[in-house]
């Protein structure tokens, strides 16, 4: 379920996402996010999560990002309440001193338009 990597002296846990139980509830993902998070660092303890899953991106830059979704605004995002997003991916860079620096979408709008008019 979990996928443990080594960055600059960095533990980082990598995972779908899909096990943090969210039900589109009134503080959104984020609170049963950081319960599961706490709960898996009681186990083993990771200095970042890298997860995806949740077709929204959030990002707390000492604990977790999550990553937006290829396919952006569908039904799955729908049912779970998520916000509105274009469909975007996320950019994170690790610097070996100060941890993540940078965290930017890649808007995906543009480049499935384009993909799409080649068919």
């Avoid at 995806?52 to 779970?80: C, E, P, R």
């Avoid at 001193?97 to 543009?110: F, K, Q, S, W, Y």
Wanted: hydrophobic share 40%; with cysteine; net charge neutral.
């Amino acid at each position: 379920m979990h996928l443990y990597t080594d960055i600059f002296g960095m533990k980082l846990r990598l995972h779908h996402g899909d096990k943090i139980n969210f039900w589109g509830g009134v503080g959104g993902l984020e609170i049963p996010l950081r319960k599961s998070l706490n709960q898996w660092n009681k186990v083993e303890r990771v200095d970042f999560d890298l997860l995806g899953h949740w077709h929204q991106t959030k990002i707390d830059w000492n604990m977790y990002a999550v990553n937006g979704s290829l396919i952006g605004w569908n039904t799955f995002a729908l049912g779970i309440k998520a916000d509105f997003e274009p469909p975007r991916q996320t950019l994170i860079l690790l610097d070996r001193d100060r941890g993540m620096t940078v965290a930017c979408p890649i808007i995906l709008t543009e480049i499935q338009h384009q993909i799409i008019s080649l068919k």
